[in-house]
Structure formats: C-alpha cells, structure tokens
C-alpha cells in the first residue's frame, strides 16, 4: 500500500519554473515505479512522466519532452518533477500516481494522490 500527496503548484508566468513534489508513505516505496499525469479543464487526463522504481530509466510525453525532468529520492521517499519553460497549455491539474510495473498508461497505476494545481499566466 502506497499514499501519495502532491504538492508544489501554483500560479507563475509562462517562461517560469515549477517544482511538483510527491511525498509518499510505505515502506515499499523504494519498488514503485512512479509517474505524473495532469488533467487540464475539459479534456482526459493525459500521461506526463514517469521514473522506474530505481529512479533510473525515464520516460516522457512529446509535450514535455526536454521541459520536465522527472526524479526519485527513494531515502526521502519523495518524486519529483521539475518543470522548466513552462507555457499556458501546461495549465491543468498535476497528479502523481504509483505503479508496481513500468506502465505510461493510467490503468497500469494503482495509487493516486488528489493533485496539485498548476496554472502558467500568458
């Protein structure tokens, strides 16, 4: 069992920088392969990024791509996604999410935090 609680969201202009946080309880943390998708207002909830349960091996959506960096601190028990040049479509709400398998598709997670709110001003 994992639980999992974003924070790290806000208001900032296109062009800034953003730090999501996920701190999460358990102690098989450290075997979690862990992901972030975001929902922005009126459309599906889309997959973002996702780190194996080493904190090596990454995977990105296109969108994202050389923007986002995904990272792991398994002593912290704590991801991370650093969001650089950030632009208004990158306005949604962010969640981070657990999965006992390498997956970039929600139904391959099985735990899921309640999001944080990101919103990029133009």
């Known amino acids: 069992q994992v639980h999992v609680v974003e924070s790290g969201g806000g208001l900032v202009q296109a062009g800034g920088s953003l730090r999501l946080s996920c701190a999460a309880s358990?102690?098989?943390?450290?075997?979690?392969?862990m992901g972030w998708f975001r929902q922005a207002p009126g459309k599906e909830r889309e997959f973002v990024a996702t780190?194996?349960?080493?904190?090596?091996?990454?995977s990105y959506a296109d969108s994202v791509k050389g923007r986002f960096t995904i990272s792991k601190d398994n002593a912290k028990n704590t991801v991370y996604l650093q969001m650089n040049s950030l632009k208004p479509e990158d306005t949604a709400v962010y969640y981070c999410?657990?999965?006992?398998?390498?997956?970039?598709?929600?139904?391959?997670?099985?735990?899921w935090g309640q999001g944080t709110q990101v919103t990029v001003s133009s």
């Open positions: 780190i194996s349960w080493s904190g090596g091996p990454t």
């Open positions: 358990g102690r098989t943390f450290s075997r979690f392969y």
């Open positions: 999410a657990a999965a006992r398998t390498p997956s970039n598709l929600q139904v391959g997670y099985d735990y």
